[in-house]
């Protein structure tokens, strides 16, 4: 007999924690459409070329590659032999897989947008919620599944777009409870100079992978990683003096406009940060130059969602601009820009904090006891009466001993229950217990509907 089990960093989501999670979701779906966004859903799996080399050498490792079909057939027993030395060799091999499990949801949507360019409507403007799989270790707020819910805009190189989207951050994290988040902003333009004058351009990877790690690994391992990466101690003084950057945003446009006085594509990164913070109306908003999002794709603005800081956890969104995008798939030239909210990192903030409504998780409003063939008769005509006016109610199937049915509330946090006996039938009455209080009140049929609203 085989025990049951999960795979590591995969869950099963209960009643109530579905409800939870359904609050936030459409929290932040009611947002996304509120700025005119529209949605999009794409397989779970993509051909394996679309998504390896977009990630970063960090990122392709954490790609669920699917193995082919048939390779358990003894006339393939060579080929995957073959593959299967390639993929230990470190390179990839069509004989083994040739899909794979989406890791996010940009790279499939600049698919699709290279796809369908012909006949969008651009600027094009989409949300997507959608799970994604990474073969990463699994530790709180780090899951192998988990719900990625993005909004992206594709067609305009305008900055109103992130203003936008700084707002859209405030919004939905105002309506669902987390007024002392915190939205860090930098820009790659900002990390390309940098780079340049820290070894060359073509040390910006080297040197954005690294910073990413700051946070988790400090700046000595950091300035270690860098000396590995062949950047010498001048340039990896002049990078600690840019993570060293601190104060308010003024100040820290003050110091980064000193170091890099005389690159051009760093004064680029210095106005668009200016203009963001000129315009957005979200007061959360700091820059964060030791921000790098260790993505290729990333061009302009980057964004990180931060939880409060007394919450143990990392980043609860985050994104950027990423202008050439669909040129990986043969479509140069679409601007692009998006976000993401990381809706298993804000459960778990939200149940921290205990900012979830106690009436999220209660699908029925009301429960009907059971007391007897005319009494369930009559209780069956009143439940489709309240369902008709979306009250959700429910009826104990079975008659038995009334405690028993009060119990069965009870652990269902149903708030309501409607009893109806020989009395109430003949007074065409029925009993209302509000459970939360202790309160009962005879109420009649043609009133149930009425005072059920009024209470709920």
Request: with cysteine; charged share 25%.
């Amino acid at each position: 007999m085989t025990k049951p089990s999960l795979p590591q960093g995969t869950r099963d989501f209960a009643a109530a924690t579905v409800y939870k999670r359904n609050f936030i979701l459409n929290t932040i779906r009611s947002v996304f459409e509120l700025y005119g966004f529209e949605p999009l859903e794409t397989p779970a799996m993509e051909n394996l070329d679309t998504l390896m080399g977009k990630y970063g050498e960090e990122g392709d490792k954490l790609i669920f590659k699917i193995l082919n079909n048939g390779l358990n057939d003894p006339k393939n027993i060579d080929k995957a032999t073959e593959g299967f030395e390639k993929l230990m060799a470190g390179k990839n091999s069509n004989q083994l897989t040739e899909r794979a499990l989406k890791y996010d949801l940009t790279i499939p949507f600049a698919r699709y947008v290279a796809m369908n360019v012909n006949t969008l409507t651009l600027p094009y403007k989409r949300y997507q919620i959608q799970p994604v799989w990474r073969a990463d270790r699994p530790q709180r707020g780090r899951y192998r599944e988990f719900t990625q819910c993005d909004a992206d805009i594709v067609g305009s190189a305008s900055l109103v777009n992130e203003v936008d989207f700084c707002n859209i951050y405030d919004r939905a994290f105002t309506k669902l409870g987390l007024t002392n988040y915190e939205l860090k902003i930098n820009s790659r333009k900002i990390l390309a100079a940098l780079a340049e004058i820290s070894g060359g351009v073509e040390k910006m990877i080297d040197i954005t992978v690294a910073i990413d790690k700051l946070d988790k690994i400090g700046i000595e391992k950091v300035k270690e990683e860098l000396n590995t990466r062949g950047i010498n101690e001048i340039n990896i003084a002049t990078i600690e003096t840019y993570l060293n950057i601190s104060g308010s945003n003024a100040d820290k446009i003050i110091a980064i406009e000193i170091l890099l006085a005389n690159n051009e594509i760093g004064k680029a990164g210095i106005e668009e940060l200016k203009y963001i913070l000129a315009n957005a109306s979200n007061t959360n908003v700091s820059i964060d130059f030791t921000l790098a999002r260790g993505l290729n794709y990333y061009t302009g603005i980057i964004f990180e969602a931060k939880a409060p800081a007394d919450v143990k956890m990392g980043s609860i969104g985050g994104g950027g601009r990423y202008d050439n995008l669909t040129g990986m798939f043969g479509v140069p030239n679409i601007a692009g820009v998006g976000i993401s909210f990381g809706i298993d990192r804000i459960y778990d903030v939200l149940e921290e904090l205990n900012l979830f409504s106690s009436s999220i998780a209660n699908a029925a409003k009301a429960i009907f006891f059971n007391l007897g063939e005319t009494e369930l008769n009559t209780a069956m005509q009143l439940a489709n009466i309240l369902r008709g006016n979306n009250i959700a109610c429910e009826i104990y199937p079975e008659k038995v001993k009334i405690d028993k049915q009060f119990k069965y509330a009870d652990k269902k946090e149903i708030p309501f229950a409607i009893i109806i006996g020989a009395k109430e039938l003949e007074n065409k009455t029925c009993m209302v217990k509000d459970l939360r209080k202790g309160e009962q009140v005879e109420i009649a049929y043609n009133d149930l509907t009425n005072y059920l609203n009024n209470k709920l």
